[in-house]
């Protein structure tokens, strides 16, 4: 098992910065990629990016594209996403998610979550 823990989102104005994180603990070493996914109220949850963990290959959305960075820190078994230029329609609940074997990402689902952080950006 792998149990995924994001940091505390926030709320931000439009045209913010806000990064957030999500630390993974437990079978780690069978990580193959880890991303981030956000619901908002009414909708369905929907992919932002991903990581592979093997060799760092990036995936985003298209409406990120540009302005949202996914990286990861090995030694701390951290994801960070560090979002700019954010935009009201980017508030959501953000959740971390970690794929336990080999995937095409995005579409393979995730194997395992985390709780889910809120991120809100007012206009």
């Known amino acids: 098992q792998v149990r995924l823990v994001e940091t505390e989102g926030g709320s931000v104005q439009a045209g913010d910065s806000l990064r957030v994180s999500c630390a993974a603990s437990?079978?780690?070493?069978?990580?193959?990629?880890m991303g981030w996914f956000r619901q908002a109220p009414g909708k369905e949850r929907q992919f932002v990016a991903a990581?592979?963990?093997?060799?760092?290959?990036?995936e985003y959305a298209d409406s990120v594209k540009g302005r949202f960075t996914v990286s990861r820190d090995d030694a701390k078994n951290l994801m960070n996403l560090q979002m700019t230029s954010l935009k009201p329609e980017a508030s959501a609940v953000y959740y971390c998610?970690?794929?336990?074997?080999?995937?095409?990402?995005?579409?393979?689902?995730?194997?395992?979550w985390g709780q889910g952080t809120q991120v809100t950006v007012s206009s």
């Open positions: 990581i592979n963990w093997i060799d760092s290959h990036t």
């Open positions: 998610g970690a794929w336990g074997r080999i995937a095409i990402l995005p579409v393979t689902p995730a194997d395992y």
């Open positions: 437990g079978r780690t070493a069978g990580i193959f990629a």
